[in-house]
């Protein structure tokens, strides 16, 4: 993908002392803001706080031909709230946005941030330790569930879902034996 960069943040990039950081929005029943700064940071309207627990965003390739993205993030298990957000299967599909924000000497965002990822979350891995905890979120593009069928199917445990108390399809396998479907 191609992108423009502003003059100013050119000239950040021309230094020999480049000062980066990552500005990750994680959007489950509220939206996270967080960054892997040394220190707070405000843009677009959020404040990006920031946090310890924000360990790694693997890297992120591009390349030209047409294929599913994906990239990890890697979280604190210690904090309980993203566990608890996991655990609460709502995070399936959720956002998740992660930019490159280059800062200057008083730790101030130069130009816009570069959106480095836009994504959904495919599923998570709790992986502890007798020393550390962390969370891998599984991250894809919106065009990763493209093949995905659907809609509902035909048997009890789907029907009911919305139907809590219709018991039709509880005797559907018994009437599959009756058919007979191209036979003589």
């Given at each position: 993908?191609?992108?423009?960069?502003?003059?100013?943040?050119?000239?950040?990039?021309?230094?020999?002392?480049?000062?980066?950081?990552?500005?990750l929005e994680i959007h489950l029943?509220?939206?996270?803001?967080?960054?892997?700064?040394?220190?707070?940071?405000?843009?677009?309207?959020?404040?990006?706080?920031?946090?310890?627990?924000?360990?790694?965003?693997?890297?992120?390739?591009?390349?030209?031909?047409?294929?599913?993205?994906?990239?990890?993030?890697?979280?604190?298990?210690?904090?309980?709230?993203?566990?608890?957000?996991?655990?609460?299967?709502?995070?399936?599909?959720?956002?998740?946005?992660?930019?490159?924000?280059?800062?200057?000497?008083?730790?101030?965002?130069?130009?816009?941030?570069?959106?480095?990822?836009?994504?959904?979350?495919?599923?998570?891995?709790?992986?502890?330790?007798?020393?550390?905890?962390?969370?891998?979120?599984?991250?894809?593009?919106?065009?990763?569930?493209?093949?995905?069928?659907?809609?509902?199917?035909?048997?009890?445990?789907?029907?009911?879902?919305?139907?809590?108390?219709?018991?039709?399809?509880?005797?559907?396998?018994?009437?599959?034996?009756?058919?007979?479907?191209?036979?003589?």
């Open positions: 993908m191609s992108r423009s960069l502003d003059t100013s943040l050119l000239t950040i990039l021309d230094n020999d002392s480049i000062k980066m950081c990552h500005l029943s509220s939206t996270s803001y967080i960054t892997d700064a040394g220190h707070d940071i405000s843009y677009g309207g959020n404040s990006y706080q920031a946090s310890s627990h924000f360990l790694n965003v693997q890297t992120v390739k591009e390349s030209a031909e047409l294929r599913v993205g994906s990239t990890k993030l890697i979280l604190s298990g210690v904090e309980q709230s993203f566990v608890s957000a996991f655990l609460s299967s709502g995070y399936v599909s959720s956002q998740v946005r992660i930019l490159r924000a280059f800062l200057d000497t008083n730790n101030v965002i130069v130009g816009a941030p570069v959106l480095i990822y836009d994504g959904r979350i495919n599923g998570y891995n709790v992986k502890d330790t007798m020393d550390t905890s962390v969370i891998e979120l599984d991250v894809a593009s919106h065009w990763s569930d493209f093949e995905k069928r659907s809609g509902r199917k035909t048997n009890s445990n789907s029907q009911g879902l919305f139907f809590p108390s219709d018991k039709g399809f509880d005797f559907a396998a018994n009437i599959v034996k009756d058919l007979k479907w191209g036979r003589s």
